[in-house]
């Protein structure tokens, strides 16, 4: 993705309703062909700037540019972008060609090259050719979405934004569809700009992610980096469960943690960085036999165990801070609960963050 | 358990009481009414011998004059207040937002107003000297011709009066609508107008429908209008059957105008619903 | 009327059960047949009887439940009787032919006592003087009914547009020019309807009709209903004419044109004509109200009390301006009544030209083809849709 010139770049880009600001100043620029998905946690702001990525909502403040042109006002039927809504939002009084077809029909083609087209992304998203006359009200959840995403890329969009849709559909086919999705923008190679309040979704699909907070993106970077190097406490939470302990910076390589009176030993300390967290993944702690077989350690009680699949989490007491440590099935925890443990992690896995 | 129980499930039995009283309420009097259509001209007896002579009547007399004007007037109703209601069905279920409870109420408290009555104070806004006119020639001293006991001014009561049967299920119609299907077939490229023909309208369709069936069928049986706006200068259908069922004194005539008047009615309804299946625009089917 | 078959009593006298098993007259009620109807009272009249004014004082001094029902239409009301209602009512109120020329033949009615009743009669106007022919039966013996409102009843004019003198002198040919057209409205009341299209047409309503004036009638109802611009009740009729958007009304006149002119549209009168088509060359047409007692098996002692009650001279003032119209009543003949009535009453009820206009009127009659005729009105109106 590097290298490519800019599709779509926002400057400074606000909205407000009336005293409440929505989004704040965001400036972003998305490649050409990139799956940028947006992530944030609902009230985040995330809706609104897709609303006016797409044209639905005017910004107050700042620019979009669509190929270095703006486009702040044009209307969402004449920019040369689509989306898949949340809901959705099929024709329900119209069959699944009918759907496909609607923005080639509202262009005025004729009709055998629109049923065509709608057959061929038919095929491509794997939807039967005889669906072609069916209602959209009789299709299940999964070919919902393929039939709104053949009607969004029908439309021959240059970037197709996505609204969540994938959000009111069960854990098993939402991870088909996530894969599907992404096989389809290689397939297409058009830029998908998403949005959804799962990390972990994000993180199956995107080129980048960006995440939203109180209308701001607090930070923008590959699925790997934002993994391993959450700027914040709030993007390391945003990722699921994380250890994370109230720190202040004593050396280059360590910070005193108030809460237990000890030091530990950390990545190289950012300069200026003075009280922050530390945090550590559950799969980065392990289960100690002394002291000396991590950089970091602490003792604590086994308080409870969940099975997770092939992986189980526990659940250690340190004092009334709780920690969650996380293993592979084979290398369970031989102990019992209420055992007096130890649990300990090297310098590399201790990640600073800001508030 | 009684035997009747053992016949019909409970569902039944607990619906026995509602079908008696809808047998005698509604289906009792319709039977009646059918039953009074073939017996001979001005006689009161229902068990006599049956004939069709009062339809041989109707057919050779001028009665349907009486429906053409009723199903013209009510035609011309219904697609008056269809252009009439739209963009106000379309405000109150998009745009007026926290007014729209007024305006509702607005349109909702002359029906706490007897009919008559709001259509004699029309009669007083619209006669000669009246409200209207006397003011015309008070201030700018022009004295038009009276509106009063034309035709328009019939169709300009019914307007009025069904106003609010066409409003009502159309602003339904219009929130059924909803906002990301609207949005979705702009964001494809539509027009406004091209939203409004693909979207808006066939999705608000069962509401307009309703509201068409609806203020049609009242409007098909209106009399009040043309007797108190109208002078009777029409004679709708309704007021032939009430002439024959009280003045004239001819119940057999008047019911066999009704059952008419529904067959008409009935069968122009069961037209439309087949034309406009509604399960089919809502895409049940 | 040929309508009034054994056919029609018998349903009528059925529903008549049936509504009152149901209880949904609130007035009728079997119990009623059974029960001691000395302190209960029901009458079957035109409007103006069921008045709280006139009822009131005399629910007052005899402690009784007095219900009165309003109808505005006389074989509406007999055929209620001919359908089993005798066992309800005590009175009846209604023109005066019906008393004498069908009602007491068809047993409906019973006669009263002569002797108590024919002084009130003596008191009256001098057309009443006893016995007078409405409330006699055929054979002259038996006083069968009292009388009490009357008037004429032709047609109604604005004096500002068409003067008392040309109306007179033109009567009913007013119709039949053709620069009236849409000048004139039409008072809906459907038995005067006929009568007043046979006096445009020429010819005398009250007896059988040759198939010539059968035609003749079919077209002038055609072209008078035509040429009206409004038909409707009294009150659309007065305010019509008031307002200005017609000059003259068919059929109305103290009866119709009274509430007008009480409310000071002194150029609303009604009128009579000079002359017509009626015997002795008569234009106008007048009615008079016979109220008799019913035929009720257990007839309420309270009927002929009632009777009585509105001779007294101050409730026949009453009467006579009772809610709705304002009529002229026999009692007026006697100076004790009349002395109640002020110069406004008697200028509503047109009292200066009243025994006049009486005299140049025929009293209502039955329309022996009536049914016919009506049918060929109700065809006319019909046919004038939008005209």
């Known amino acids: ?355 | ?285 | 009327m040929n309508s009034f078959k054994q056919s029609r009593r018998n349903f009528m006298q059925n529903s008549a059960l049936m509504a009152a098993a149901f209880a949904t007259t609130g007035v009728a009620g079997l119990r009623q047949a059974f029960a001691d109807r000395s302190k209960e009272l029901n009458i079957l009249c035109w409007e103006g009887y069921n008045s709280a004014q006139v009822l009131d004082p005399f629910r007052e001094s005899s402690g009784a439940t007095v219900k009165a029902e309003s109808l505005t239409n006389d074989p509406t009301m007999i055929n209620r009787l001919r359908a089993g209602e005798t066992n309800v009512w005590d009175l009846i109120n209604v023109n005066n032919p019906w008393a004498r020329k069908i009602m007491f033949p068809e047993k409906l009615i019973r006669p009263l006592d002569r002797a108590a009743m024919e002084p009130y009669f003596a008191k009256m106007a001098p057309d009443f003087k006893p016995p007078y022919k409405w409330a006699m039966d055929d054979s002259g013996e038996q006083l069968i009914g009292m009388a009490q409102r009357y008037g004429p009843y032709s047609f109604v004019v604005n004096t500002d547009k068409v003067s008392r003198a040309t109306a007179e002198d033109q009567g009913w040919d007013l119709w039949n020019d053709p620069k009236n057209d849409k000048k004139y409205g039409i008072l809906e009341s459907d038995d005067w309807n006929v009568f007043n299209l046979c006096c445009i047409a020429g010819f005398d309503p009250f007896r059988e009709h040759t198939p010539e004036e059968v035609t003749k009638f079919t077209e002038t109802a055609k072209r008078v209903f035509k040429g009206a611009k409004v038909v409707g009740d009294i009150a659309t009729m007065n305010q019509a004419l008031v307002s200005g958007e017609i000059d003259f009304h068919m059929t109305g006149g103290t009866y119709s044109a009274s509430p007008a002119r009480a409310d000071g549209a002194a150029n609303i009168r009604a009128i009579t004509p000079n002359k017509g088509p009626m015997e002795g060359g008569k234009g106008g047409i007048s009615w008079i109200e016979i109220t008799s007692v019913v035929n009720n098996p257990d007839v309420s002692p309270l009927a002929v009390q009632f009777l009585q009650y509105v001779q007294d001279p101050k409730v026949a003032h009453t009467v006579a301006f009772a809610e709705g119209t304002f009529n002229p009543v026999a009692q007026m003949g006697n100076p004790e009544c009349f002395s109640l009535f002020t110069k406004e009453e008697l200028d509503a009820i047109q009292y200066d030209s009243l025994e006049e206009e009486m005299a140049r009127s025929v009293e209502y009659d039955i329309v022996p083809d009536y049914d016919k005729l009506l049918d060929i009105m109700t065809a006319a109106k019909r046919e004038a849709s939008g005209g």
């Not at chain 1, 309703?17 to 947006?38: H, P, Q």
């Not at chain 1, 469960?241 to 280059?252: E, F, K, L, P, S």
């Not at chain 2, 009919?115 to 409200?131: C, D, M, P, S, T």
């Not at chain 2, 032939?240 to 008409?264: C, H, K, R, S």
Request: aromatic share 10%; hydrophobic share 45%; glycine share 8%.
């Open chain 1, 1 to 355: 993705m590097n290298g490519r010139s800019p599709i779509l770049q926002l400057h400074n880009l606000t909205k407000t309703f009336g005293s409440f600001t929505a989004v704040k100043g965001i400036s972003l620029d998305i490649s050409e062909g990139e799956f940028f998905t947006i992530v944030g946690p609902s009230g985040s702001g995330k809706t609104t700037l897709l609303r006016m990525l797409t044209g639905m909502e005017s910004a107050t403040s700042g620019d979009i540019l669509l190929r270095g042109a703006r486009i702040n006002d044009l209307p969402a039927n004449k920019r040369p972008t689509c989306m898949v809504f949340q809901s959705l939002a099929l024709f329900p009084h119209r069959t699944v060609g009918q759907n496909i077809e609607f923005s080639q029909k509202i262009k005025g083609v004729e009709p055998a090259k629109r049923k065509a087209r709608a057959l061929q992304l038919m095929a491509q998203l794997r939807l039967p050719e005889n669906y072609y006359d069916k209602s959209v009200t009789k299709c299940s959840g999964g070919e919902r979405q393929r039939v709104a995403l053949a009607r969004a890329l029908a439309y021959d969009p240059d970037i197709l934004f996505f609204d969540e849709p994938l959000s009111a559909i069960d854990y098993k086919l939402r991870k088909t569809l996530e894969k599907e999705l992404k096989d389809i923008h290689r397939e297409t190679g058009k830029t998908f700009i998403y949005i959804t309040h799962s990390l972990e979704e994000a993180m199956v699909m995107s080129d980048r992610i960006g995440v939203m907070r109180s209308g701001q993106l607090v930070q923008v970077g590959s699925p790997q980096q934002i993994y391993s190097s959450p700027g914040t406490k709030f993007v390391s939470e945003f990722i699921g469960d994380v250890n994370v302990i109230g720190v202040r910076a004593t050396a280059t390589t360590g910070v005193h943690a108030a809460e237990f009176g000890v030091d530990f030993v950390t990545q190289p300390v950012p300069a200026g960085f003075g009280e922050g967290h530390l945090v550590v993944r559950p799969e980065s702690l392990r289960f100690l036999g002394s002291r000396s077989e991590a950089q970091n350690c602490l003792e604590g009680r086994v308080y409870n165990e969940y099975v997770l699949g092939s992986r189980i989490q526990y659940q250690v007491r340190v004092g009334e801070h709780v920690f969650i440590v996380e293993k592979l099935r084979q290398q369970a925890f031989a102990g019992s609960l209420d055992d007096q443990v130890l649990i300990g992690w090297d310098a590399k896995d201790s990640i600073l963050v800001t508030d």
């Open chain 2, 1 to 285: 358990m009684t035997t009747l129980g053992k016949i019909f499930g409970p569902g039944t039995r607990h619906a026995v009481p509602l079908i008696v009283f809808l047998l005698i309420g509604f289906a009792a009097p319709l039977l009646a009414v059918i039953g009074f259509s073939f017996i001979p001209a001005r006689t009161f007896e229902l068990w006599q011998s049956w004939s069709l002579d009062n339809y041989i009547e109707i057919f050779n007399s001028t009665s349907y004059l009486s429906f053409l004007w009723s199903l013209g007037l009510a035609a011309i109703t219904v697609l008056i207040l269809a252009i009439i209601c739209y963009p106000i069905a379309y405000g109150l279920a998009r745009v007026f937002g926290k007014y729209s409870t007024l305006v509702t109420l607005l349109f909702t408290i002359p029906l706490f107003v007897s009919e008559n009555v709001r259509l004699y104070g029309w009669v007083l806004f619209f006669i000669k000297n009246g409200v209207l006119l006397g003011t015309l020639k008070a201030w700018f001293g022009i004295e038009p011709d009276s509106w009063l006991f034309t035709s328009g001014i019939i169709v300009f009561g019914m307007v009025y009066v069904y106003l609010p049967f066409m409003l009502f299920p159309m602003t339904l119609g219009v929130s059924m609508v909803p906002d990301q299907t609207r949005d979705a077939a702009f964001d494809l490229g539509a027009t406004r107008w091209q939203v409004f023909k693909e979207v808006e309208l066939p999705l608000s369709m069962p509401g307009i429908m309703i509201g068409f069936l609806l203020s049609f069928v009242l409007a098909v049986g209106a009399i009040a209008e043309a007797k108190v706006l109208g002078g009777q200068q029409i004679i709708p259908i309704s007021h032939d059957i009430e002439i024959a069922f009280t003045y004239a004194q001819n119940w057999p005539l008047g019911a066999a105008l009704a059952v008419l008047l529904m067959l008409v009615v009935g069968t122009l309804v069961l037209f439309v619903l087949r034309r406009f299946d509604l399960d089919a625009i809502l895409g049940r089917r």
